[in-house]
């Protein structure tokens, strides 16, 4: 007899534990995926520079001093909607603002920043995604916060805000600025 109820018992305590499961990851922030990469060494890359294909940008173009990356495409309807607070971010001249055009078109890319403005520093062209894979980037757009020995301080996924810029960014950014003085 008690065999009868543990068969029909087991089937609801199973799914009443995946419903309390489930119902907990209704209330996780997506936005906060931890990175293995926070407080190591960025990855090496060598990608040819959007506007200067002849050029390479490499990771030795960000030591000495503390740099955003900006991971976006023109395809990426949220990486349009972050541009704007990019542009005010640059003429703040607050930090150097790099880019990787991600799975992109470089004459897409190029036209794009043309017409919207241009917030970086520099931007490396990676149309494959190759590089851009080795940073743990999951889609567009990420924004990474390297310190000034290029070892990877924070990482943004989605889009930066000009709330998310004036009390979180900016703040990490004096804090690293603060370190090397």
Same mark, same amino acid.
């Given at each position: 007899?008690?065999?009868?109820?543990?068969?029909?018992?087991?089937?609801?305590?199973? %799914?009443?534990? %995946?419903?309390?499961?489930?119902?907990?990851?209704?209330?996780?922030? $997506?936005?906060?995926?931890?990175?293995?990469?926070?407080?190591?060494?960025?990855?090496?890359?060598?990608? $040819?520079?959007?506007?200067?294909?002849? +050029? *390479?940008?490499?990771?030795?173009?960000?030591?000495?001093?503390?740099?955003?990356?900006?991971?976006?495409?023109?395809?990426?309807?949220?990486?349009?909607?972050?541009?704007?607070?990019?542009?005010?971010?640059?003429?703040?001249?607050?930090?150097?603002?790099?880019?990787?055009?991600?799975?992109?078109?470089? $004459?897409?890319?190029?036209?794009? &920043?043309? +017409?919207?403005?241009?917030?970086?520093?520099?931007?490396?062209?990676?149309?494959?995604?190759?590089?851009?894979?080795?940073?743990?980037?999951?889609?567009?757009?990420?924004?990474?916060?390297?310190?000034?020995?290029?070892?990877?301080?924070?990482?943004?996924?989605?889009?930066?805000? $000009?709330?998310?810029?004036?009390?979180?960014? &900016?703040? +990490?950014?004096?804090?690293?600025? *603060?370190?090397?003085?």
């Amino acid at each position: 007899m008690k065999l009868r109820y543990l068969y029909y018992a087991l089937p609801v305590l199973v %799914l009443l534990a %995946l419903l309390a499961l489930f119902t907990r990851g209704l209330f996780l922030n $997506p936005k906060l995926v931890p990175s293995p990469l926070i407080g190591k060494q960025a990855p090496a890359f060598s990608l $040819p520079r959007l506007r200067e294909p002849q +050029r *390479q940008l490499t990771l030795d173009d960000f030591k000495g001093r503390v740099v955003l990356l900006n991971v976006w495409g023109t395809w990426c309807v949220a990486c349009r909607d972050e541009h704007e607070t990019l542009m005010q971010l640059a003429k703040r001249d607050v930090v150097p603002i790099y880019g990787f055009d991600y799975n992109d078109q470089r $004459p897409a890319a190029l036209d794009w &920043l043309k +017409r919207e403005g241009d917030p970086y520093t520099a931007v490396g062209f990676d149309p494959d995604g190759s590089a851009t894979i080795n940073w743990g980037v999951y889609g567009a757009p990420e924004t990474f916060l390297l310190d000034r020995h290029g070892v990877i301080r924070h990482k943004y996924i989605g889009p930066l805000t $000009p709330d998310l810029v004036e009390h979180d960014l &900016l703040p +990490r950014v004096r804090a690293l600025e *603060q370190e090397g003085a």
